[in-house]
């Protein structure tokens, strides 16, 4: 099992930055790929960036040039620097591992779940 806690979300303004931490526990979380998704009120959960256990990333689009996915793989912990907040960036953001050196854009492939951190950016 591993277990994943995020924290660091919160009220932003637009332009603004925020990084996110996802604390993990249980397994060994250097083996691991990790993620990041986020589901805005009333929409699906949708994949923001990842990282394998080879520290390669990449990450959507829509964020590719403002957000950064980075692990520590010493302290346990998986970040998002998130720079130039925009409105449509409000969201819950959850942390996702897979056991694996793999990653994918779909959430259905990614086992392990945090409870999320909810990202307010106000203009």
């Known amino acids: 099992q591993v277990r994943l806690v995020e924290s660091g979300g919160g009220l932003v303004q637009a332009g603004g930055s925020l990084r996110l931490s996802c604390a993990a526990s249980g397994r060994t979380f250097s083996d691991a790929s990790m993620g990041w998704f986020r589901q805005a009120p009333g929409k699906e959960r949708e994949f923001v960036a990842a990282?394998?256990?080879?520290?390669?990333?990449f990450a959507a689009l829509s964020v590719a040039d403002r957000f950064t996915i980075s692990r520590d793989n010493a302290k346990n912990t998986l970040y998002l620097q998130m720079n130039s907040l925009k409105l449509e960036d409000t969201a819950d953001y959850y942390c996702a591992a897979r056991l694996d050196s793999r990653t994918s854009s779909g959430r259905g492939d990614w086992p392990y779940w945090g409870q999320g951190t909810q990202v307010t950016v106000s203009s």
């Open positions: 990282i394998n256990r080879n520290g390669d990333t």
